[in-house]
């Protein structure tokens, strides 16, 4: 294409780590092309990730609670429609975005690539690459964060004990995303070891309805300061860019943290690292111990009734992860 301005827009409405993602495709055209104008469309709940990043020009809010109104649907494709798009990356093959990209009318569109057996980044990136064939893919992602948020959670941390260290256990979606839960006793046990080796502070971190669980991982850790619940997700951003070390299943949160450059571990079960694990230089994996991983399935066919946690999340012990932080040197 030629080297004169264009227009773009990233379409993807969520998730969470797919939004982080997704950004690749802003980062590679603004550092080859910074006079190109990029936009981004995604659900209310996912623009704070994206405010302030540096290679993001425009964001369009999209009410995830009306996405069944038709007229509302309509409404955000015409809004498109009247930033006569030069380029459209449609990065979901679903009928909302189809509708969306087919009415705002693109002169060029383009859809994610499939991954195969590469990162999901680089699939992103692929898609970016097909429409302005000179990119380079980044080593690295960039996010952007709130000044203010970034200052508040600056004074915050400021009388806790270095090293500073991140978990988030998650919790909240555990029924749906079963092999992605590390057993909050490991947490308790790595959490203990970790500060026993290392001093520091653990600050434990979440969401609102995942406050009550994490209090029973923090409350048996010593000394972890428990801020699920209390944060902002400027703020979150915030804490997560000012940590020694971030650890996290395979979740938004771990995205969010690598794309921060922020020294991040990853606990897999039933999703691939090949294909998500925390993507840069500063991101590490720890595998299951056992054959049955890697299955994209929600639902464990081998957790019985009663049972929480996957086999592939329980194969990976808490001397697991810290022979991980030891050899890396991560802290």
Same mark, same amino acid.
């Given at each position: 294409m030629a080297d004169?301005?264009? *227009?773009?827009?990233?379409?993807?409405?969520?998730?969470?780590?797919?939004?982080?993602?997704?950004?690749?495709?802003?980062?590679?055209?603004?550092?080859?092309?910074?006079?190109?104008?990029?936009?981004?469309?995604?659900e209310s709940r996912y623009v704070h990730v994206l405010q302030h990043n540096p290679d993001i020009d425009k964001i369009i809010e999209f009410d995830h609670k009306r996405k069944k109104d038709f007229s509302y649907n309509l409404e955000i494709a015409l809004k498109l429609r009247h930033e006569h798009y030069d380029v459209i990356f449609n990065l979901t093959n679903a009928f909302r975005n189809n509708f969306m990209t087919f009415i705002a009318n693109p002169k060029e569109k383009y859809g994610k690539v499939p991954r195969g057996h590469k990162h999901v980044v680089y699939?992103?990136?692929?898609?970016?690459?097909?429409?302005?064939?000179?990119?380079?893919?980044?080593?690295?992602?960039?996010?952007?964060?709130?000044?203010?948020?970034?200052?508040?959670?600056?004074?915050?941390?400021?009388n806790f004990a270095h090293p500073l260290i991140v978990f988030s256990p998650g919790g909240q979606t555990d029924k749906n995303r079963q092999g992605r839960t590390w057993p909050a006793?490991?947490?308790?046990?790595?959490?203990?070891?970790?500060?026993?080796?290392?001093?520091?502070?653990?600050?434990?971190?979440?969401?609102?309805?995942?406050?009550?669980?994490?209090?029973?991982?923090?409350? *048996?850790?010593?000394?972890?300061?428990?801020?699920?619940?209390?944060?902002?997700?400027?703020?979150?951003?915030?804490?997560?860019?000012?940590?020694?070390l971030f650890i996290s299943g395979d979740s938004g949160p771990l995205h969010i943290a690598s794309g921060l450059g922020v020294k991040t571990v990853g606990i897999y079960g039933s999703t691939n690292p090949e294909n998500v694990s925390p993507?840069?230089?500063?991101?590490?994996?720890?595998?299951?111990?056992i054959e049955c991983k890697y299955c994209w399935q929600k639902e464990?066919?081998?957790?019985?009734?009663?049972?929480?946690?996957?086999?592939?999340?329980?194969?990976?012990?808490?001397?697991?992860?810290?022979?991980?932080?030891?050899?890396?040197?991560?802290l």
């Open positions: 004169e301005t264009k *227009k773009i827009l990233i379409l993807r409405f969520g998730a969470l780590g797919d939004i982080v993602h997704t950004t690749v495709i802003a980062q590679a055209i603004k550092a080859k092309y910074p006079h190109y104008e990029v936009h981004y469309c995604c699939a992103f990136f692929l898609a970016a690459q097909k429409a302005f064939p000179k990119l380079k893919q980044p080593k690295n992602l960039r996010l952007g964060l709130d000044s203010a948020a970034l200052e508040k959670m600056k004074s915050r941390v400021s006793k490991y947490w308790v046990e790595f959490g203990n070891l970790l500060k026993q080796i290392y001093g520091g502070t653990i600050l434990v971190s979440g969401s609102p309805d995942e406050k009550d669980y994490h209090k029973t991982i923090a409350d *048996k850790i010593d000394g972890a300061v428990l801020l699920s619940g209390e944060l902002s997700i400027a703020e979150s951003m915030a804490l997560f860019s000012l940590c020694d993507y840069g230089q500063n991101g590490y994996v720890v595998e299951p111990m464990c066919a081998k957790l019985k009734e009663g049972q929480k946690h996957t086999p592939c999340m329980k194969s990976i012990k808490p001397a697991h992860v810290l022979n991980l932080i030891n050899s890396k040197k991560l």
